[in-house]
């Protein structure tokens, strides 16, 4: 079972999910809907979606549910009241959710997780430090060699370092965080191409023109020490480091199916140009499937009905993938 949490019930979260599952109701039984009910009830109500629901409010309910059936979308409230325009409180929901899916993964009772986009800023005020979903997660299960990564049809992209200030990446880029990165790209490749016996993995460069040499930077070096030290260990093929400029320009070319690069930006502009709508974040070297869709909370946008559901909808179909459906 997917468990899907609603985000911040103040940003489009809820109305992404809301439309996504209308679309979805023959995996019904599938799903599980994490967070307030009253704020699913409004927001239903106000896109006039028709959708209906079965509640509960612990896990001993879940159980009976799962056992004896229900009507709907199966959703469990987090209890907590839902107030318009209160931030705060709104964060508390968001919070409570993603606790309530950790709680709900060590039990086993949901087998993988979609997250609805959430303020950090707003988590942070309630609970201290927050860098994100992943890194929450991953603290929460222990994982210390995880990444982030993306997901489209025709781009996937991984991700070294993640939300930390530029100036750190050159330090943060060493072999032991790049070799885990290459094997959990390669792990994630294997599990939606199980067949495919050798693959294609771009890696960008560090600096302007992957160094040019040294001439412009000595940090590749780190990266071709990996590779070669790789080089003909694994059933796959690695192009780079790549020069960051032309790297995607490659990737077309050369039919990668996938690209490492070294920090946030350098992966993120061109996966956000090409799929801002329809791509996911998936987190890789979890012991559970976890995706989210590619935005934020779009907390200028929510209540006006402008927000496009197509990546929220995509992370859910990609979680049912690894389901028994």
Same mark, same amino acid.
């Given at each position: 079972m997917i468990g899907i949490t609603i985000g911040d019930p103040l940003g489009i979260g809820p109305e992404v999910i809301l439309k996504s599952i209308k679309r979805l109701r023959k995996y019904r039984k599938n799903?599980?809907?994490?967070?307030?009910?009253?704020?699913? &009830?409004?927001?239903?109500d106000f896109y006039s979606l028709g959708n209906e629901f079965s509640f509960v409010g612990t896990d001993d309910e879940l159980i009976k549910k799962l056992k004896t059936g229900w009507s709907g979308f199966l959703v469990y409230d987090v209890g907590l009241g839902f107030e318009k325009n209160d931030f705060y409180s709104s964060?508390?929901?968001?919070?409570? *959710?993603?606790? &309530?899916?950790? *709680?709900?993964?060590?039990?086993?009772?949901?087998?993988?997780?979609?997250?609805g986009p959430v303020s950090k800023?707003?988590? *942070?005020?309630?609970?201290?430090?927050?860098?994100? %979903?992943t890194w929450y997660y991953a603290k929460a299960f222990r994982v210390e060699?995880?990444?982030?990564?993306?997901?489209?049809?025709?781009?996937?992209? +991984?991700? +070294?370092?993640? %939300?930390?200030? &530029?100036?750190?990446?050159?330090?943060?880029?060493?072999?032991?965080? &790049?070799?885990?990165?290459?094997?959990?790209?390669?792990?994630?490749?294997?599990?939606?191409?199980?067949?495919?016996?050798?693959?294609? +993995?771009?890696?960008?460069?560090?600096?302007? %023109?992957?160094?040019?040499?040294?001439?412009?930077?000595?940090?590749?070096? +780190?990266?071709?020490?990996?590779?070669?030290?790789?080089?003909?260990?694994?059933?796959?093929?690695?192009?780079?480091p790549l020069p960051p400029d032309t790297a995607f320009l490659e990737y077309r070319r050369n039919e990668f199916d996938a690209m490492i690069c070294m920090y946030h930006d350098q992966g993120l502009i061109p996966f956000k140009l090409l799929h801002f709508e329809d791509g996911i974040n998936v987190s890789l070297g979890f012991p559970f499937v976890r995706t989210t869709p590619d935005h934020g909370t779009g907390f200028s946008i929510a209540g006006k009905n402008l927000a496009s559901y197509e990546s929220m909808l995509n992370a859910i179909k990609y979680n049912l993938l690894f389901e028994n459906v």
């Open positions: 799903l599980l809907l994490i967070g307030s009910k009253e704020a699913f &009830l409004f927001w239903n964060a508390q929901i968001a919070i409570r *959710s993603i606790d &309530l899916s950790i *709680s709900l993964l060590r039990a086993g009772l949901i087998s993988s997780i979609v997250n800023e707003n988590i *942070s005020k309630i609970i201290g430090e927050f860098k994100g %979903h060699n995880y990444n982030m990564a993306f997901y489209s049809k025709d781009v996937r992209v +991984v991700l +070294v370092t993640e %939300h930390v200030p &530029l100036r750190e990446v050159f330090s943060l880029i060493t072999e032991d965080r &790049l070799k885990f990165t290459i094997n959990n790209t390669l792990s994630w490749l294997r599990s939606f191409y199980p067949s495919k016996e050798r693959f294609k +993995v771009g890696i960008c460069g560090i600096n302007p %023109h992957a160094g040019e040499g040294g001439k412009l930077g000595d940090e590749e070096e +780190v990266i071709l020490k990996v590779l070669e030290g790789m080089k003909g260990k694994m059933e796959v093929e690695f192009f780079g």
